[in-house]
């Protein structure tokens, strides 16, 4: 059974940090891409960040660029967020991602966590 389960969102004043995590089970994490996105009240999903399935390259949306880092430990079949100069404009609730490339493509969800920056 495959279960990707988001942690570490809640509320936070502007220019603090968060960090999620999503702990993934049920799949073998270490050949799936990861990602994080999010969707704020009223706005479409986007993606966040991305990470490859070995850790080596990430990719960021611009309006995340040098404040929010991705990254992942293969051998905890974990992927981090580390949120940092958070903005009220982050809020929304974020959701990982797991994604493999191939001739029936994978892609699974968790439930998602909220980050709410507020003062």
């Known amino acids: 059974q495959v279960q990707l389960v988001e942690s570490g969102g809640g509320l936070v004043q502007p220019g603090g940090s968060l960090r999620l995590s999503c702990a993934a089970s049920?799949?073998?994490?270490?050949?799936?891409?990861m990602n994080w996105y999010r969707q704020a009240p009223g706005k479409e999903r986007e993606l966040v960040a991305a990470?490859?399935?070995?850790?080596?390259?990430?990719n960021y949306a611009d309006s995340v660029k040098g404040r929010f880092t991705i990254s992942r430990d293969n051998a905890k079949n974990t992927v981090y967020l580390q949120m940092d100069s958070l903005k009220p404009e982050d809020t929304a609730i974020y959701y990982c991602?797991?994604?493999?490339?191939?001739?029936?493509?994978?892609?699974?969800w968790g439930q998602g966590t909220q980050v709410t920056v507020s003062s």
């Open positions: 049920g799949f073998t994490f270490s050949t799936y891409a």
């Open positions: 990470i490859t399935s070995t850790g080596g390259n990430t």
């Open positions: 991602n797991a994604y493999r490339r191939g001739l029936i493509p994978k892609n699974y």
